[in-house]
């Protein structure tokens, strides 16, 4: 990651110093009135050609290969109609005709709410019990095998038994999420804060420290990386599990979508709904990507 | 006031550990006593337990038998009283260097200082290492040797009683690590603190003790021969490159490690 050499200790990254340029109310330390740069070096546009190219010569790649393919096909869209049908599609996305008639933006919106929901409700529970397993030995071996039977199991095989208990669709997609998503973060936590280096805690044993010292100056610190990457696990597996969950349950949500689609034998649009569904799920794993590096230290 | 001669007391320690390999039996026999105010060397070959021995002191270890005391009282846990200077500096990374020595600072002294005490002491004690310029650095931002001073002063800011140093010089370049003996010494002379070091470099014993104690190849090490350094302080490198009673000292380390405990490590080898 970017060096944090000529920054403020907080700024770990320029990414988040720019952030904080763009909103300065919002940052945590007063700072003097910017200094004058340095005079601009020219602009670098071999490095952007660089960045620039490659991915859009794998994405003209695969269009082209389609659009190849398709050509004389009666069943599969083209590139070009598919294009077209996504213009008018997100041309109006948050129109509402009944439940189960709404914009593309509602369902993708209503799949991200049960997401969050469920994601939200794992890492309340994921992350202490992660703490926890980390920190006592008999826990550990206690819950061990519980985690190791539990978490290779299909999300879809979770849903009957939440729609079973819950007795309705959406609060069982969202068990379905949560008990998905959970292992990721418990799992890694307890492995980062198995592996908060001795030295650390022998630092805390001779100042002696307070326990609350210790998880918030010395655990915490030290197993966020790990924690992070759980996190984005969690939430990368999430959005795996929503569409499945919601193409069985219903309602309103991408999954039900492409489902509903299908069952209209809308071929272009389903494509445009994999589409979206890949850059959202892009999007939130560049989200979580910013996170941890804003909370990542050099050692 | 009368110096305590037994500040810190060792009698008839050992050390065994459960490993799954087995037991290993890592220190038999320990006798020592540390006076107040002086300043003794553990030296060695590897893997002879005189880090065990050390951590034995700092509370990090327990005994398997034997008894040590510090100041009279039983070393049962580890304690600020028993501030250590670990070989890898052990600086928490999310820190800044101030930050790291804050948070001693404050444990030791939070209880009964003002906010601005504490913040003078943390500064202070920067300075003492010549660490004043980069207090908001973080430790991956300075070198080693500064990483190392910071440990220093983390130890030092506790006003401990004894200052327990596993190796501090061992990663460091050799010109570095002569300042920092230079600085140490120094530091020592104005604080007056009781120290206990361990180094498996013979110079950096000779010039910095008091006493150097020699230590057996393990397993099942105990204290071999204990030397009297007699040379006056303050103490120049340079001048005493020459002295005889230097020479003479430094001799003795080099025959007892290399002629006397020296075929262990040829069997290994």
Known sequence: ?299 | MTTDQQYIKVENAEMVFETKKGRFHALREIDLSVAQGEFVTLIGHSGCGKSTLLNLIAGLLKATSGVLLCDKREIAAPGPERAVVFQNHSLLPWLSCAENVHLAVERVFGANESKAQLKARTQAALELVGMGHAVNKRPHEVSGGMKQRVGIARALAMEPKVLLMDEPFGALDALTRAHLQDELLKIVARTKSTVVMVTHDVDEAVLLSDRIVMMTNGPAATIGEILRVDLARPRNRVELAEDRNYVHCRKAVLDFLYTRQGHVEKAAA
């Open chain 1, 1 to 299: 990651m970017v060096s944090a050499v000529f920054h403020s200790p907080l700024e770990a990254s320029q990414d988040a110093a720019a952030a904080r340029a763009s909103n300065p109310p919002a940052a945590p330390v007063a700072r003097p009135a910017p200094v004058p740069k340095a005079p601009r070096q020219p602009f670098d546009w071999r490095s952007l050609w660089l960045a620039v190219l490659p991915p859009v010569i794998g994405l003209a790649l695969l269009v082209g290969i389609w659009g190849i393919l398709t050509q004389n096909s009666t069943t599969f869209p083209t590139p070009k109609v598919t294009f077209e049908a996504a213009v008018k599609l997100f041309a109006d996305p948050f129109y509402s005709n009944g439940p189960n008639d709404q914009g593309i933006g509602w369902n993708i919106l209503f799949s991200l709410q049960r997401v969050a929901v469920g994601f939200g409700l794992a890492a309340a529970v994921g992350i202490p019990m992660g703490f926890m397993i980390g920190r006592f030995s008999f826990l550990n071996r206690m819950l061990n095998p519980l985690i190791s039977l539990l978490r290779p199991v299909s999300p879809l095989a979770w849903l009957p038994i939440g729609l079973l208990v819950f007795k309705s669709a959406n609060p069982a997609a969202i068990w379905t999420i949560f008990i998905c998503s959970i292992w990721p973060m418990i799992i890694n936590t307890a492995v980062g804060v198995q592996r908060v280096p001795e030295d650390y805690l022998n630092v805390a044993r001779v100042l002696n420290l307070s326990e609350w010292k210790v998880i918030t100056k010395i655990l915490f610190p030290a197993v966020l990386p790990y924690m992070l990457t759980g996190v984005r696990l969690s939430v990368g597996t999430a959005w795996l599990v929503i569409v499945a969950a919601e193409m069985l349950t219903g309602g309103v949500g991408i999954g039900f979508w492409v489902w509903d689609e299908w069952n209209n034998l809308n071929v272009k649009h389903i494509i445009i709904a994999i589409f979206v569904i890949g850059i959202v799920g892009l999007l939130l794993e560049q989200l979580l990507v910013g996170i941890a590096k804003r909370f990542s230290y050099d050692d």
